[in-house]
């Protein structure tokens, strides 16, 4: 008996320096379709895409795993902390909220995609030394129940100012920014907007009855009125979400959304890739790369991750151009901005609003 | 009763009166039960013929499913447990082990509301009174098996009950030990004139303890 | 005690390798990648002791209504009567499901109604963790020699004296375990202090993911997952300071009739129904939720479940995720179940192994967040790289699972009989064989329904897992939470309709646990 736990623990040692062995490649491989390479791809939670495209990959030699691990910011704190010395070897879903701090701790090893010459130019140049690669983005906007407001017979407000009126008083719900993405890209958008009077509109809005929910979906579908459960009309969310919501609607689906965007106010997330630094890998990792710009994956990502392709001249599908409001002047601050001062915003916003 | 010699009109102890026994799925009775005040009464059976339901009803553990429990002439049967003033002595010392033997043995006054220390003293007297004296301050796990059967007398003893119950009480000892402890907790109940029943399967124990001896099939026979 | 032979004796390697490997490694990784001075800082700071205090105090109140519902049910569980194992499994629903969907179903139920701040939390965390003090509580209850009790009662004591005086002492390592393990999920809590909290209700856990996933400050939540750990730690030590004055030899567990009074039948039946009602009504919401629509009943988000289109991402279908999630339900199942047991057998060791069955209880003081980026540092990047072998998943969820099987294995450890191993040693049998023939089938029983407990677990586990990067396929409840993030009807139906079978899974699983432990009983 002595002897089997023994040879238990033998095996069990045993087979783990194996699938250690065995996943650690001795040298760089060119991928091949004789000599597939396997590449890890770690991502956020909402990462999507369809799997043909995956297996298109795999007939250029390079198995793609993906690996998810919460969301953008936990996958891109576990890349932190294990800078150059990574557990996968491509990253993509760090944001421009996040992307800063990212590449302050060498988390990226530099590599410039080929296709970048094709992504618009608004954001093509942000590549921060070529260390990451644009994707996609998203506005983050105010979302409003037209169903709401009409059956209410009341005009629905128009910019961020209108929001801090009487008129929609105990109206608006936001994400708490220290727990949720899209409450932390309003909160950059005020400033972007205000300026140093962001703190002042706050506090209207505080004055105003705004609630505050932690989550994405604890105010969306649980107290925005359009998902039905809540009482407040206006919420911040995506600009892509009156068209999600037309296509995840009950079939027969309706002919238009019921809730519209406002268009004033609007933060631009933007979504990059890079490789990353001590990956055993970096030319098929590269490749991934410039693989999640082609004209393919860039076409797949509107109704897989309700995010718009940051390369230019992709067919957008009819759902998209129909009822995603293009957002003329999206707000944005400049990511090192953003990386030095998010503690000192969040404690600012904590004391306003009691958090 | 009144089958062997008495004294002279004697004084109805703890008595049963068509007393049905048992649950849902099994019943005795009707039996009926005479006691004799400050007599020890031993009532012989086979095991798992309903002696300890008897005891148990008798104390007021189990509900009488008909019939009456009566004690020096009054009635018991719908008077809870803890008020009819009964002791009992389990076939196990049932002994709290949370607390020490001198607290074990003044459980009883404590429920009472008498203060601890005239219940310590109390009980420190019933232990000399059992043959320990000193042990109060041990933990009950230290006991032998016959130590801690005395314990368990003086425990029942100690809120001063007008009726004892013992529920083969020496059954898990040996036989040597068994007879020799009946005996001497026979003269212990005598020397304080208390009425007793004592339960057992063993006859040679019965006659050691008791001043009169009834086999449980007759019971249900009057 | 020398029970174990002298080969069992060294056994408790095991679970400390377990430990050590699983736990201790990963904090290693965390500390040496994370701590410097400013770290310190923040462990030192103010604001860092005010929310652990908050944490504390809504810790507390939660126990304590926890309690105040849990002891009557589990007083219930004792007594046998018809219903009672799907009552005792109904109850340890919400305690399996991810806090996620327990938000879902009290929001699917109460609606805009759903109040917020510490009133909400409280009644929530109670609700979840009433299932912990019925089965701890409850069956160390059923093992209560009730002579004791008779005794007492025949010495004078009323009814109200003898629970006071003699079952609540036989109760009070049950009742101080139950209570350690309470304090420490509500003390770490994070998905119900988000859904339904305010300012006054954070709790450190709610920080440590704040400094991880927004302000990126990694020696920040080291330090604070330290604080917590830190008072985590005390509470364990108060816990099994409680825990040790055990001093009542519990008999094998034995149900018992009903009570013969009819009040007591009412009251009994009334405990039971109320307990039921308030676990179903959430889940019966749920249902409803999965069945409606703009437009009506519809059966359409059941029927578009095994389609990659409903709502999530192409990566799998809702009802591809319960594939891989009964996968890692079963090896977290014998994983933790062979763990738990060989720590819970350790009692009966030397003085070291009983060490071991109280430090098994750690993980479940430390932060998801934590212990899925200690794992990820330690495992998932050469020189070990366990992402391959697809044991990430299970090795978290067995992290989450071992606490509660030790939890749940020691009293039916406490009560092995040593007589039976006596005659079998004096029959002749070897000390191995004696021990399996005495003891074996006893364990085999117990190791089989704490492997169910365990793969319960594992079917709602959501947080250390969210937190690990892991291969695509998402377990049921990732594939929930991805739901919940997507506007429109169908993903948040899906949902609803994805949790109802996680439902289901759950109950039809703790009733076959609880059936082998009846048998263990026997």
Request: proline share 7%.
């Amino acid at each position: 008996m002595k002897r089997l736990v023994l040879l238990g623990v033998v095996a069990i040692c045993g087979a783990a320096l194996l699938a250690s062995c065995s996943a650690a490649p001795s040298a760089q491989q060119q991928p091949s379709t004789a000599h597939p390479v396997t590449v890890h791809l770690l991502t956020h939670d909402s990462f999507a895409v369809s799997p043909a495209l995956i297996t298109g990959l795999k007939a250029r030699g390079i198995n793609l795993q993906i690996d998810t691990g919460g969301d953008a910011g936990t996958v891109v704190a576990g890349a932190i902390l294990s800078a150059g010395n990574p557990s996968g070897d491509v990253l993509f879903g760090v944001d421009n909220s996040l992307v800063a701090k990212a590449v302050n701790a060498k988390v990226f090893a530099p590599y410039r995609s080929p296709a970048l010459s094709q992504v618009i130019p608004a954001l093509a140049a942000q590549t921060d030394g070529n260390m990451v690669t644009p994707i996609d983005f998203g506005n983050v906007c105010v979302n409003v129940d037209d169903a709401w407001f009409t059956a209410h017979h009341q005009a629905a407000p128009a910019s961020l100012a209108d929001l801090a009126a009487p008129a929609y008083r105990d109206e608006f719900v936001v994400e708490d920014p220290g727990t949720s993405s899209p409450g932390m890209a309003f909160m950059l958008a005020t400033i972007a907007k205000f300026g140093t009077n962001w703190t002042g509109y706050w506090r209207h809005l505080v004055a105003n009855g705004v609630k505050i929910a932690s989550t994405w979906t604890d105010a969306y579908e649980g107290s925005f009125s359009a998902s039905g459960k809540g009482d407040r009309p206006i919420v911040v969310s995506y600009a892509t979400d009156p068209a999600a919501s037309l296509y995840y609607a009950a079939k027969p689906a309706p002919a238009s959304p019921t809730t519209h965007v406002i268009t004033d106010g609007c933060y631009r997330q933007v979504e990059y890739a890079g490789v990353l630094a001590g990956t055993p890998q970096s030319q098929a990792a590269g490749q991934v790369v410039s693989w999640l710009l082609s004209p393919a994956v860039q076409a797949d990502i509107p109704l897989q991750m309700w995010m718009l392709p940051a390369r230019r001249n992709v067919p957008l599908p009819k759902l998209i151009t129909s009822w995603a409001a293009p957002v003329p002047h999206p707000l944005e601050l400049p990511p090192g901005q953003v990386a030095a001062k998010t503690k000192s915003w969040l404690d600012t916003w904590d004391q306003i609003t009691g958090r | 009763m009144n089958r062997e010699p008495g004294p002279p009109e004697p004084e109805e102890g703890l008595a049963a009166h068509d007393l049905v026994i048992g649950n849902r799925f099994w019943q005795a009775g009707p039996l009926n039960v005479r006691t004799t005040t400050g007599q020890i009464t031993a009532i012989l059976g086979p095991s798992g013929c309903g002696k300890s339901t008897l005891l148990a009803t008798l104390a007021g553990i189990e509900p009488a499913l008909s019939g009456q429990v009566m004690l020096h002439g009054i009635d018991l049967t719908d008077v809870p447990v803890h008020h009819r003033g009964i002791g009992m002595v389990f076939q196990e010392p049932l002994l709290f082990p949370h607390l020490n033997v001198g607290a074990n043995v003044a459980y009883g006054l404590r429920r009472q509301g008498v203060n601890k220390s005239v219940a310590a003293q109390h009980a420190a007297e019933l232990l000399d009174w059992v043959g320990l004296p000193g042990f109060a301050d041990r933990a009950t796990d230290s006991l032998s098996g016959g130590q801690a059967q005395r314990v368990a007398l003086a425990r029942a003893m100690a809120p001063s009950p007008r009726a004892l119950l013992l529920d083969e009480p020496f059954s898990a000892l040996d036989t040597d030990l068994r007879l020799r402890l009946a005996g001497e907790v026979a003269e212990l109940l005598r020397s304080r004139s208390i009425t007793a029943i004592h339960v057992t399967h063993d006859l040679a124990e019965a006659h050691a303890m008791a001043d009169v001896v009834e086999q449980f099939g007759d019971l249900t026979a009057r | 005690m020398t029970v174990l032979p002298r080969w069992m004796r060294v056994l408790w390697i095991a679970p400390a390798g377990f430990i050590v490997a699983f736990v201790a490694v990963p904090l290693w990784q965390i500390a040496a990648n994370a701590l410097h001075d400013d770290a310190l800082q923040t462990l030192l700071s103010g604001s860092t002791w005010h929310v652990a205090a908050l944490a504390a105090a809504q810790a507390l109140l939660s126990t304590v209504l926890a309690m105040a519902v849990g002891l009557p049910l589990a007083a219930v569980t004792c007594y046998r009567f018809p219903g009672r194992a799907l009552t005792r499994a109904l109850l340890t629903i919400p305690f399996v499901m991810p806090t996620v969907v327990v938000a879902l179903a009290l929001r699917s139920m109460l609606g805009g109604a759903l109040p917020t701040g510490i009133v909400a939390v409280v009644i929530a965390h109670a609700w979840i963790n009433v299932a912990v003090v019925v089965r701890v509580v409850g069956s160390q209850w059923a093992r209560m020699d009730l002579g004791y009790l008779h005794a007492a009662r025949c010495l004078g004591a009323s009814r109200l004296q003898g629970f006071r005086t003699i079952t609540v002492p036989f109760l009070r390592p049950a009742i101080a375990s139950a209570a350690t393990v309470v304090f420490i999920f509500c003390f770490t809590s994070l998905g119900i202090v988000l859904l339904l909290g305010d300012q006054h209700t954070k709790t450190l856990e709610e920080q440590i993911l704040r400094q991880t996933s927004v302000l990126l400050d990694l020696p920040a939540a080291s330090a604070l997952a330290l604080a917590q750990l830190l008072v985590v730690s005390v509470a364990l030590i108060l816990g099994a300071r409680a825990i040790s004055t055990t001093t009542y030899r519990p008999t094998t567990a034995a149900l018992r009739p009903l009570p013969a009074s009819t009040g007591g039948r009412v009251a009994l039946f009334s405990c039971a129904g109320l307990g039921a009602i308030g676990v179903l009504a959430p889940v019966i919401s749920l249902v409803i939720a999965s069945v409606s629509s703009a437009h009506g009943m519809t059966w359409q988000w059941w029927a578009t479940l095994n389609s990659v289109d409903a709502g999530t991402t192409r990566i799998g279908s809702p009802i591809a995720a319960l594939g891989i999630s009964i996968q890692y339900a079963l090896i977290t199942g014998v994983l933790a179940s062979i763990i738990g047991v060989i720590a819970a057998i350790s009692l009966l060791g030397p003085r070291i192994g009983r060490w071991i069955a109280g430090v098994s209880i750690l993980p479940l003081g430390i932060s998801a967040a934590t212990l899925g980026l200690g794992l990820l540092l330690a495992y998932a990047r050469p020189p070990i790289d366990l992402r391959g072998t697809g044991l990430l998943v299970p090795l978290a969820h067995s992290l989450v699972a071992v606490p509660l099987v030790v939890a749940v294995v020691i009293p039916a450890v406490r009560s092995l009989d040593g007589r039976r191993l006596g005659v079998a040693r004096s029959l002749g049998a070897a000390p191995t064989r004696a021990f399996v023939t005495a003891y074996g089938p006893t364990l085999a029983v117990v190791m089989v329904a704490a492997g169910g407990l365990a793969a319960a677990v594992s079917l709602g586990e959501f947080g250390a897992a969210s937190f690990l990067a892991r291969p695509g396929t998402p377990t049921v409840p990732l594939q929930i939470v991805r739901l919940l993030g997507k506007p429109g009807e169908q993903p948040l139906a899906a949902a609803a309709a994805l949790s109802v079978i996680l439902a289901a899974l759950t109950l039809t699983l703790v009733l076959l646990v609880d059936r082998l432990g009846r048998r263990v009983g026997a």
